[in-house]
């Protein structure tokens, strides 16, 4: 408490940066866990379903990304009626693309600050450091000693601020590389989720063709 102005405001920023890591760490642990939860349930239903009607129906309406990936591609079947197979399939890949692209970036927020923290947060603390050793020389210069309880303050103080740079940027380290991995595990299950939709609607296309070719040979 009775640290430099200057040491006092580094050491309260960490501090600040520290309280933002965990709480970062908290908020991404529950949306990723959530996010995953979905995904994986949507694969569940997409593996074990016949068609897409019948996947979109056996999820919640609130089912995260891998929902929407389904009731884009519902939605592009039903807007592209009687028009090639071909077209729809590229427009659906596109929307699948682009839900999947938003998704990741969604789950991106605020890793960026994590990285930020990382790296920034030891170089704050050495600006601490440094600015309480040279206190620690202006105190042995005023009192022309070198007594230890002169220089005493002034290092502690350094030595703190150098502390609690550290505290804060190597947990924020850690939980970057660990968000980073789980952020694309994520975002390779929901590439698979959008790889079951496109399999389905490939499926029901060739069904929809099948069926409008025997009714045109019946009708002959």
């Given at each position: 408490?009775a640290?430099?102005?200057?040491?006092?405001?580094?050491?309260?920023?960490?501090?600040?940066?520290?309280?933002?890591?965990?709480?970062?760490?908290?908020?991404k642990?529950?949306?990723?866990?959530?996010a995953?939860?979905?995904?994986?349930?949507?694969?569940?239903?997409l593996?074990?379903?016949?068609?897409?009607?019948?996947?979109?129906?056996?999820?919640?309406?609130r089912?995260?990304?891998?929902?929407?990936?389904?009731?884009?591609?519902?939605g592009?079947?039903?807007?592209?009626?009687?028009?090639?197979?071909?077209?729809?399939k590229?427009?659906?890949?596109i929307?699948?693309n682009?839900?999947e692209?938003?998704?990741?970036?969604?789950?991106?927020l605020?890793?960026?600050?994590?990285?930020?923290?990382?790296?920034?947060a030891?170089?704050?603390g050495?600006?601490?450091?440094v600015?309480?050793i040279?206190n620690?020389?202006i105190?042995?210069?005023?009192?022309?000693?070198t007594?230890?309880?002169?220089?005493?303050?002034g290092?502690?103080?350094?030595?703190?601020?150098?502390?609690?740079g550290?505290?804060?940027?190597i947990?924020?380290?850690?939980?970057?590389?660990?968000?980073a991995?789980?952020?694309?595990?994520?975002?390779?299950?929901?590439?698979?989720?959008?790889?079951?939709?496109?399999?389905?609607?490939s499926?029901?296309?060739?069904r929809?063709?099948?069926?409008?070719n025997?009714?045109?040979?019946?009708?002959?």
């Amino acid at each position: 408490m009775a640290a430099d102005i200057v040491v006092k405001v580094v050491m309260s920023g960490l501090a600040l940066a520290s309280v933002i890591t965990w709480t970062i760490w908290l908020v991404k642990v529950l949306e990723l866990t959530t996010a995953n939860r979905q995904v994986r349930r949507a694969l569940h239903t997409l593996r074990e379903s016949s068609n897409l009607l019948g996947s979109a129906r056996a999820l919640p309406p609130r089912g995260g990304a891998s929902a929407r990936l389904i009731q884009s591609a519902l939605g592009e079947l039903e807007a592209s009626r009687a028009l090639p197979a071909e077209g729809i399939k590229e427009r659906v890949a596109i929307s699948l693309n682009r839900i999947e692209a938003a998704a990741g970036r969604r789950m991106s927020l605020g890793t960026g600050l994590l990285a930020t923290i990382g790296s920034t947060a030891p170089f704050i603390g050495l600006f601490g450091t440094v600015w309480g050793i040279m206190n620690s020389f202006i105190g042995i210069s005023k009192a022309q000693t070198t007594n230890l309880a002169v220089v005493a303050p002034g290092i502690a103080e350094a030595l703190l601020a150098t502390a609690i740079g550290l505290v804060a940027a190597i947990p924020a380290v850690i939980i970057y590389n660990v968000f980073a991995r789980a952020i694309s595990n994520y975002k390779a299950s929901l590439s698979d989720a959008s790889a079951e939709v496109m399999r389905h609607l490939s499926r029901d296309l060739d069904r929809e063709a099948s069926g409008a070719n025997r009714l045109r040979a019946a009708a002959e």
